[in-house]
């Protein structure tokens, strides 16, 4: 007789709308960039990202299920495609569904038909990986809440990772006082170094309220290749 799993025990969001506001700390190549940052969800549905310097946009973004737009008016262009863009920039492959857990720190169960690895640590902590597209899912769950600590996305034939780590719990009113990570440390490892960015939101209302997601492409900006 195969041995019996233990049961996974996340907490994950349930609000229709989210608005977030706070700021971000970019590092790519020995650059630092400070930007304010808004965040605005519709679950399963939109993500709107604007980032600003000094004031001014500098780029927004907006994600569907099926597609991804993006508008840097810094270099006046924009993009309209799928997910490969993403996937690229990431250096993991990527769709709306992982987006969506990754900016509001839930959990995504394995694929169906595949089974998970699951262990709990002694504070109670469950570590849950699995194989996806070609990379290896792994979160660790809060052992108190249920929320997700850590995400790790690993591809180990090129050497590439994503690592995303939730701090900074807070209770969201009228949630039901559910915590939810108001900061956030994202790093991908790829073979030329190092890319991260640190969230940090000083603002987050979540609940049935509804949202506006504008993205529009100014005259004589040109298409990203």
């Known amino acids: 007789m195969e041995p019996t ?3 996974v025990k996340p907490t994950n969001t349930a609000f ?11 590092e790519q190549k020995g650059d630092k960039q400070n930007a304010n940052l808004a965040l605005r969800v519709r679950r399963d549905s939109i993500i709107w990202i604007s980032a600003s310097l000094v004031g001014v946009e500098g780029v927004r973004a907006v994600l569907t299920r099926d597609s991804v737009r993006v508008l840097n008016r810094l270099e006046r262009e924009y993009f309209t495609g799928g997910y490969d863009y993403l996937s690229k920039l990431l250096n993991v492959p990527v769709t709306f569904d992982d987006m ?4 509001l720190g839930d959990y995504l169960a394995a694929p169906s038909g595949t089974t998970p690895t699951v262990s709990t640590d002694d504070a ?5 990986s699995y194989p996806q597209a070609g990379v290896v899912v792994e979160r660790l ?5 249920g929320r997700v600590q850590q995400l790790k996305v690993t591809d180990a034939g090129s050497k590439r ?3 995303v780590d939730y701090t900074d719990f807070k ?7 559910l915590p939810f990570a108001h900061a956030l440390l994202v790093q991908a490892q790829q ?13 987050v209302n979540a609940g049935r309220e509804r949202l506006s997601f504008p993205f529009a492409v100014p005259k004589g900006y040109k298409r990203m290749k």
């Open 5 to 7: 799993l233990p049961t």
């Open 16 to 26: 229709l709308y989210l608005n977030a506001k706070g700021k971000a700390l970019i």
């Open 100 to 103: 969506q857990a990754l900016l």
């Open 124 to 128: 109670g902590r469950q570590r849950v």
């Open 141 to 145: 769950l809060q052992g108190n809440t």
């Open 161 to 163: 990772n994503l690592t």
């Open 171 to 177: 209770p969201l009113e009228d949630q039901g006082n």
């Open 191 to 203: 073979p030329t170094g190092v890319a991260a960015a640190a969230i940090n939101y000083n603002k």
